[in-house]
């Protein structure tokens, strides 16, 4: 394959930009909370979409692994995984991230985690979702524009 542009700031790996994410949610939470969405004993709710993020993170990662493909960004790809949780989502991983980070937010129950999400959202689709699809169709060509045009990107 050729060599793709990595763009500017993506060889920080995405766990860091979650981990970043999940303290500044908690930062927030402590240091500006503004307002309390929900009450105490439902935030005990965001439990259900952290361990869904983590479940869902944990089996695209096996199945990666499995295929003896590479799960770091813009490391070229041996096989296209399109079984398990990438027949709903075409980003499994990012998507249980984001779980988590709902979560989280769901847990704190405040609102100023919340504006940390988009934030998240926006740097991992820039930041390599695009470059890592745009790897896939060069190096998978129409196969990989099947597989897109059936499966959504987030859910």
Do not use: C
């Not at 990595?6 to 303290?23: D, E, I, K, S």
């Not at 695209?60 to 995984?81: D, K, Y």
């Amino acid at each position: 394959m050729s060599e793709v542009d990595v763009p500017r700031g993506a060889r920080v790996l995405p766990p860091v930009y979650f981990l970043v994410h999940l303290l500044a949610m908690a930062g927030l939470h402590l240091f500006l909370p503004v307002a309390r969405w929900i009450p105490r004993p439902l935030g005990y709710l965001g439990i259900v979409p952290a361990f869904a993020g983590v479940g869902l993170a944990i089996a695209a990662r096996m199945l990666f692994a499995r295929q003896g493909t590479t799960i770091r960004p813009f490391e070229e790809s041996s096989a296209l995984v399109v079984t398990g949780p990438y027949r709903l989502t075409r980003n499994p991983m990012y998507l249980g991230m984001t779980l988590v980070l709902i979560g989280e937010a769901v847990w704190l129950g405040t609102a100023t985690p919340w504006l940390v999400l988009p934030m998240f959202l926006w740097l991992i689709t820039t930041r390599f979702i695009r470059h890592e699809e745009a790897m896939l169709e060069q190096r998978f060509g129409a196969q990989y524009r099947e597989y897109k045009s059936g499966v959504r990107r987030w859910v």
